[in-house]
């Protein structure tokens, strides 16, 4: 239910949404937000799949929650040193994804960039777009991990509760320029022993060129990202999700006997 709190205009600012489902947003949004606050109260737990969104419930719903980050399946993305002179964007094509910010920002170098998904966004970016930058719509999973392997980064200009894409880049040994926001800021590594990629803070074409300014002098080991995207893999997940529901089924099995009595 983000998208009637605090990323609304995201979704719905003008620009990002028609005039019609603007004017239907703004009547149904009250009513929306206490239906959530109402059935908010409702479980016995939440579970977030990143910091980013344990703060977010505690701020709306005033619940506690834990986290445990969501599965990413680091097998289907070999490492690759491999580099074809492009960068990479993969996002569905609606607004809020800010691929136009990149499409911009690439159309100002002349560097390649290979954009892949598809949706609603993708006339008006082909619209905006030049010759530099390719469309290659929606891809299996065989297929983007070729494109992941040849890039030379990856480029994640929105925010996103967690984002499995810039791991998936990770993991084909490819670092990330990413919107400092969000979950990016738990998954994109900026220190010294440890980098994965490079983090900007306007989310602007400027912020864009300056990130990749900076991304072009950095050196990044493939090893150390595949490493780190590999702590995110798919066995991680459901060795934690198993233990929290069996931490949580003990939990209550002990109080059962109390609420029975």
Known sequence: MRYIWGQYNEYFGKGRADMITRMAMRMVVGPLRRWDLRTA????HFVAISENVRTRIKEIYGRTSDMIYPPVDTGLFPLSTRDDGYDLVV?????????????????????????????????RLE????????FAGWQPDDRLAGYYAGCRALIFPGEEDFGIVPLEAMASGKPVLAYARGGALETVLIGDERRTGVLFHEQSVEGILEGLAALRKTRFDPHVLREHALTFDREVYKTNMRAYIARRWAEFKEKLPQAQS
């Open 91 to 123: 996002s569905a094509l609606v607004p809020y994804k800010a691929v136009d910010l990149a499409i911009e920002a690439f159309n100002r170098t002349g560097d390649r960039l290979v954009i892949v998904g598809q949706g609603p966004d993708r006339p």
């Open 41 to 44: 109260k409702n479980p016995h």
């Open 127 to 134: 619209k905006m777009a030049k010759s530099n930058i390719t």
